[in-house]
């Protein structure tokens, strides 16, 4: 099932189910077919996927009854306006303030080598605040005192479920799906050199400024997606493929990484993993974003995430 926030071209934006190039309009549908107001869970993403089950159900009854209607034709009365095509409306961030967006460093075998760095014993994890999210077709805005902005192109792990100190036995048991996540970081904040290297890396200044973390346009249920490592993903600015790579490349896999991330911290439902990114970075090519530059992040099965790079007047 591929889910999103949408808003129709006169309405509040709501929880779709896209089918193809169109769209259902879970909350308008329900309440044409049962004649009652439609349930929290079709206003919020979050709030889908906290019911867990129950809503994956419920949706897929909507899309049963409507996809009925439409085997006898066009959608008539009422219905006919509960689908639209893609490209009459509006996709948002699919999940506007996660408690928690955790990131991979180095997780892919192909990026450790161009950064010629060793590739690490164990997950290592940093965070992203969540005022750097934004979604599909939002400008990432550059701060107005950075030079290296870069791109990331990372497949995000949605959490279903809640959990600490989860197995990697049933790690995807707390999956509920898959999104495209693009770590926009800020290279010459990244490395400061000077006396605050000893300090280390600068996570904070590099990786959660505003909007330096595009998510979506779609979440993906793990059903639709099976094995998450069998995945080609790539990063295109202005058309030029910067990054192609495969999940296959991960260093530590999507249960590997939930179980690292739960030691001591309860994970839970909408919570976001973004597991790293293969080769290509700007960091390695010196290929830097540059004001005016359109970015693509692809992964196949899931879809395109586009971000216009805007600097900061």
């Given at each position: 099932m591929?889910l ?20 259902i ?36 009854l ?37 408690e ?27 965070s992203?605040?969540?005022?750097s ?11 107005r005192n ?12 949605i959490?279903?479920?809640?959990g600490k ?11 509920f ?16 050199g ?48 910067r ?13 590997e ?21 293969p ?6 090519s ?13 992964i ?14």
């Amino acid at each position: 099932m591929k889910l999103a926030k949408f808003s129709p071209p006169v309405g509040e934006a709501r929880v779709g189910l896209v089918v193809g190039e169109h769209v259902i309009d879970l909350r308008d549908a329900f309440e044409v077919l049962y004649a009652t107001p439609a349930p929290p869970i079709f206003e919020e993403l979050q709030l889908f996927i906290e019911e867990g089950e129950k809503a994956l159900r419920l949706a897929k009854l909507v899309e049963e009854q409507v996809s009925k209607e439409l085997s006898g034709g066009e959608l008539e009365g009422e219905l006919k306006g509960v689908v639209r095509r893609l490209t009459e409306v509006k996709l948002h961030l699919p999940l506007p303030r996660p408690e928690k967006v955790l990131c991979a460093a180095v997780n892919y075998f192909s990026h450790a080598a161009e950064m010629n760095t060793k590739p690490p014993s164990k997950p290592y994890l940093f965070s992203k605040l969540p005022n750097s999210l934004i979604g599909p077709g939002e400008p990432v805005v550059i701060p107005r005192n950075s030079t290296k902005p870069d791109h990331e192109v990372e497949l995000a792990v949605i959490i279903g479920r809640a959990g600490k100190y989860i197995s990697e036995a049933r790690a995807y048991d707390h999956v509920f799906g898959y999104a495209v996540f693009n770590d926009v970081s800020l290279r010459d904040k990244q490395f400061p050199g000077g006396e605050l290297q000893r300090f280390g890396l600068r996570w904070v200044q590099a990786k959660s400024f505003d909007t330096g973390a595009p998510l979506g346009p779609f979440i993906v249920t793990k059903d639709e997606i099976g094995d998450p490592h069998n995945l080609r993903l790539q990063l295109l600015v202005n058309g030029e493929v910067r990054q192609d790579g495969s999940t296959s490349d991960m260093i530590f896999k999507v249960h590997e990484l939930i179980a690292e991330a739960s030691d001591g911290l309860t994970l839970k439902p909408g919570d976001v993993i973004a597991t790293g990114t293969p080769s290509g970075v700007g960091a390695a090519s010196g290929k830097f974003l540059r004001h005016g530059d359109i970015m693509e992040a692809r992964i196949e099965r899931i879809g395109v995430l586009a971000n216009p790079v805007v600097a900061e007047a």
